[in-house]
């Protein structure tokens, strides 16, 4: 098992005031041997970088797709915006939020998150001026999951504990499309072409809706417990989702996929009576997979190989994300410990 530099048990403890001997490396600058003569693999100031700041429990976070800045949302109904380079400064606080903020999206252009919360809102933010710019307010209960879509008109989905998912256009007001189930929805993605939704809830199975037809046109179905995560493939072809069931899935979404479309299964990580959304994601070349664990510890494994590549301690929580950096090898992890790193693999 590859660890962070140190290699210990503890290795992430090397966080806290950054040692001299660290070498400051500009972005995009050719990579020097750290303090222990080792490569240094990415342009983070130091190997670790520990984000303090959020009074409670960090539920999601994303980088923007430059890698330039990461989002986080919080049970502190707020949403802080850090720097990755440099010493990782929170310059922007997203505030609005009435309860806590359960998931956050870029939209695909860097220049807006939408969040989701158990306030029963979604809403839209501009990132250069961190002004509220739409809010959503026709769920009737706790906003779990959004996505935008990836490309099209500037749609998003989400699900909530009131058994809709709902469809929204950014240029319109109030909603454009129900989808109505008999259960809690957890989970939400689009497809790639954005003409279907992905939901998952508590049923634990994963429904395909066709947005043309507004009905479910295939099921899902190997989870043995509540689905509480899901996120397409960087190509669009697969799924992955997480359950409580302790398993992550990933699914054949390709139109003519064979009739069992679950072609791989990654245990290891865990979930525990505090039933958090624990998220899951792709690495960008679709390579690695990550979910978050209750056992606070950051899992990702290979995607041919199915091994857990890394197993890494350093939260004192459950970690309820893990995100790959959009184009280094970095890793950033949010947790209930209200802590938030970045390290490099």
């Known amino acids: 098992m590859q660890g962070f530099p140190g290699e210990s048990e503890h ?27 080792k490569q240094r693999t990415s342009s983070l100031e130091s190997p670790i970088m520990l984000l303090t700041g959020h009074q409670s429990a960090v539920y999601t976070m994303k980088f923007n797709p430059t890698g330039s800045v990461v989002a986080s949302g919080s049970h502190d ?5 850090w720097n990755v380079h440099g010493d990782c400064k929170n310059f922007m606080v997203l505030k609005g939020h009435k309860n806590a903020v359960l ?11 939408v969040s989701a919360s158990s306030d029963k809102t979604l809403r839209l933010w501009d990132t250069e001026t961190g002004k509220q ?19 099209g008109p500037p749609l998003v989905v989400s699900g909530s504990d009131d058994g809709t998912a709902r469809l929204w256009d950014m240029r319109q007001r109030g909603s454009i499309q129900t989808f109505p189930d008999k259960y809690q929805i957890t989970a939400v993605s689009f497809s790639d072409a954005s003409d279907k939704i992905y939901t998952g809830g508590i049923d634990n199975d994963v429904k395909v809706w066709d947005l043309r037809k ?5 099921t899902l179905q190997g989870h043995q417990d509540m689905i509480t995560s899901m996120q397409l493939s960087p190509d669009g072809s697969y799924l992955l989702t997480n359950g409580m069931d302790c398993k992550l899935c990933i699914w054949d ?25 624990l998220k899951c994601g792709w690495s960008p070349d679709g390579s690695k997979v990550t979910a978050g ?49 970045l390290g490099e693999i």
């Open 133 to 151: 710019i739409k809010k959503m307010v026709e769920h009737l209960s706790y906003v779990n999951s959004c996505c935008p879509s990836r490309r």
């Open 77 to 81: 109904k707020e949403i802080f915006l």
């Open 293 to 341: 664990s209750s056992d606070r510890m950051v899992y990702i494994w290979d995607t041919t190989s199915r091994r857990i590549l890394y197993k890494l301690p350093g939260h004192n929580g459950s970690v309820n994300e893990c995100v790959f950096h959009p184009s280094e090898p970095i890793v950033g992890s949010c947790s209930s410990d209200k802590q938030i790193y």
């Open 103 to 113: 998931d956050l999206h870029w939209t695909s252009d860097g220049t807006q998150i």
């Open 214 to 218: 507004g009905e479910v046109t295939m």
């Open 11 to 37: 290795a992430l403890s090397v966080v806290g005031p950054r040692p001299m001997e660290w070498s400051t490396v500009p972005y995009n600058a050719p990579r020097v041997p750290g303090p222990n003569g």
């Open 253 to 277: 979404m390709r139109p003519y996929a064979p009739q069992n479309r679950c072609v791989k299964i990654f245990e290891g990580h865990q979930h525990n009576f505090e039933k958090n959304l």
